[in-house]
């Protein structure tokens, strides 16, 4: 890990579904010494424990459809309000509603994003990769399977890993179907105001990771 930035930092990693925000949100975090979150990682931690909030979750998420946003915007505000330094956010905002909520929350603080970074992959790319993606459930990593450990665990925290329940490929089309809906206006949004940086994320993993972290660590 580096030295963390001089300055809170606060970034939004926008893309499509398995487009490789986890592997890489978490990484940049580590890095630079931010919180981290993986909204699609704290509603299936939900759904898992069976919480209020994971009963009304699931049966939205085994459609491959996003949150509303009159549920989704609390969550984030709550984990929020609890960061005392810079953060990554994952999977926020996932929709223009989303979006304008994050600023206007921030701006009520006399904060703002520092960026946004849209990670690219072709359509083609990102089917391949949900056929070849695994979990932990226990301490959220996401890989390929050829990062396995012996036996199938997971790398990290040796516990058994296997493929995501919602990394069906039907699933994953309707997912990425909302992303263009919902998220591409997002993405939209952060470039005309200027925060929005484009990363090639077609590259390998170590690959993409250097390179979003000399982006910031200038």
């Not at 701006?107 to 072709?122: G, R, T, Y």
Request: aromatic share 6%; glycine share 10%.
């Amino acid at each position: 890990m580096i030295a963390p930035a001089a300055k809170p930092l606060r970034v939004v990693l926008l893309g499509p579904p398995a487009s490789g925000k986890g592997t890489q949100g978490r990484r940049l975090a580590a890095s630079l010494g931010l919180g981290y979150l993986s909204t699609g990682a704290l509603l299936r931690e939900h759904v898992g424990a069976g919480t209020e909030l994971g009963k009304q979750a699931e049966p939205i998420l085994a459609r491959g459809e996003y949150l509303p946003d009159d549920l989704m915007c609390p969550i984030l505000a709550d984990w929020l309000s609890r960061q005392t330094g810079g953060w990554v956010l994952d999977g926020f905002p996932r929709s223009l509603p989303q979006a304008v909520f994050l600023d206007e929350w921030l701006a009520a603080k006399d904060l703002k994003i520092d960026a946004a970074v849209s990670l690219e992959v072709p359509f083609s790319e990102l089917i391949a990769r949900i056929h070849d993606r695994v979990e932990c459930p226990s301490c959220r990593w996401t890989g390929q399977k050829a990062q396995l450990a012996t036996g199938g665990t997971c790398p990290a925290c040796y516990q058994p890993a296997g493929p995501r329940a919602d990394d069906s490929e039907e699933n994953f089309r309707s997912r990425h179907a909302e992303f263009v809906n919902l998220t591409v206006p997002v993405i939209d949004h952060y470039r005309a105001s200027g925060q929005l940086s484009a990363c090639d994320a077609t590259a390998p993993q170590d690959e993409v990771a250097a390179r979003l972290l000399r982006s910031f660590a200038g």
